[in-house]
């Protein structure tokens, strides 16, 4: 939908039915307080839609505006069902600015609704803007209460994370906490808000209430309930990866391999790794500078009887700047190189220039699902 700030927006194919639902129930709503408007209200409804889904992007877009000052890289902003959600690709490097970059969406929030407010007064209550304003306001304050509440994924979640991190100093026990909590709040929406409907808190005297309103309570509550528990778990999960992300070097994942001249035969390659104990197959020139890998799945594609008749310059995949690697690379900044440049395999050189190895995308792959299966710390 655009790119502000030089991140890109898109839309879920769920917004469109989340619009279509608030297109319906506003407009019953608009046809309690305006019924002069007949059919029209509907058109009112979308407006009101597309203007709540706005204000959701510009709480988006305060996180978005925090990361990037901070120098955190932000891959995309989506808005979908229940929402949005900026993709911040790195974690915050201290619980401070982890504590703003979660804060500042639920605060800009709070802004529109005050703004929104101060819009109505200058309207009268019983008009279409008047109407919307108050629309608008209200949406707002829910958004930014619904989003402080203390667990993950939700921005207060995240904030009791920083407060957790700060006061421990280990950010992996605030994320534990704040994702238990966020569970907690799951089955807390689950049970709580069909009763509170029920009861007639939420405003609605309880014998208005008819049993297609009691189906739709508790089909949000399962909705947000499942929202928010798969979000806690994933904060879970990924805060598990990030804590053994030092762990992936290029060093210690990388294949040794041998060097071979362009018109070497295939079994003679193979045989020549065989001996040195390596797994891997690079393609140099008559200098000795690296000009190609020779890809282990077209190896495998050539039967054993042919191989002597095969030159390995036929498998080879040339070399581009973005497939060499530093062997000294780890962590986020291995993955970052990697997810720059994808390939099948890379070129791992020492500092010096000199040849170390070849990685393969397979054993990095193994990797994050041996850290992921380890136990957290």
């Known amino acids: 939908m655009g790119r502000p700030f030089g991140v890109p927006v898109y839309v879920s194919p769920s917004w469109f039915l989340v619009a279509a639902l608030i297109t319906w129930v506003f407009g019953d709503q608009l046809d309690r307080v305006l019924p002069h408007l007949g059919p029209v209200r509907y058109l ?29 890289p932000v891959r995309r902003i989506q808005l979908q069902f229940f929402g949005g959600v900026s993709e911040i690709e790195k974690e915050s490097e201290t619980p401070g600015r982890e504590f703003v970059l979660a804060f500042v969406g639920p605060l800009l929030s709070l802004a529109l609704a005050g703004a929104f407010y101060l819009g109505m007064k200058a309207v009268h209550p019983a008009t279409v803007p008047g109407v919307l304003l108050a629309g608008l306001m209200i949406s707002n304050l829910l958004v930014a209460a619904f989003n402080l509440l203390p667990g993950l994924p939700l921005d207060g979640g995240r904030m009791l994370r920083a407060v957790i991190w700060g006061i421990t100093g280990k950010p992996m026990t605030g994320t534990i906490a704040a994702a238990w909590v966020g569970r907690a709040l799951a089955v807390a929406v689950l049970i709580g808000l069909p009763l509170l409907t029920q009861t007639g808190t939420l405003g609605n005297p ?14 949000l509550a399962a909705i947000l309930a499942a929202i928010i528990w798969t979000g806690a778990g994933n904060s879970l999960r990924m805060a598990r ?10 060093r210690t994942l990388t294949r040794r391999a041998i060097p071979v001249q362009t018109a070497t035969p295939l079994s003679e390659a193979l045989r020549r790794a065989n001996e040195a104990g390596a797994r891997a197959l690079v393609v140099v020139d008559g200098q000795g500078d690296p000009t190609a890998i020779v890809r282990e799945s077209a190896i495998a594609s050539v039967p054993e009887h042919r191989r002597p008749w095969v030159a390995v310059s036929t498998l080879a995949q040339d070399l581009t700047d973005g497939m060499k690697v530093s062997a000294e690379l780890t962590g986020e900044a291995l993955l970052d190189h990697l997810r720059t440049t994808p390939a099948t395999e ?6 010096t220039g000199e040849i170390y190895g070849v990685l393969s995308t ?16």
Request: proline share 4%.
């Open 241 to 250: 990866l990030r804590e053994h992300l030092p762990e992936l070097r290029a």
């Open 44 to 72: 009112v409804s979308l407006f009101f839609a597309v203007a709540f889904y706005a204000s959701v992007l510009v709480h988006e877009l305060a996180h978005t505006i925090a990361a990037l000052r901070f120098k955190l």
């Open 346 to 351: 890379y070129l791992v050189l020492e500092p």
């Open 362 to 377: 397979l054993d990095v792959e193994k990797a994050f699902v041996k850290a992921m299966a380890r136990p957290q710390s």
């Open 206 to 219: 309880s014998r208005d209430i008819g049993g297609m309103d009691t189906v739709m309570d508790a089909l």
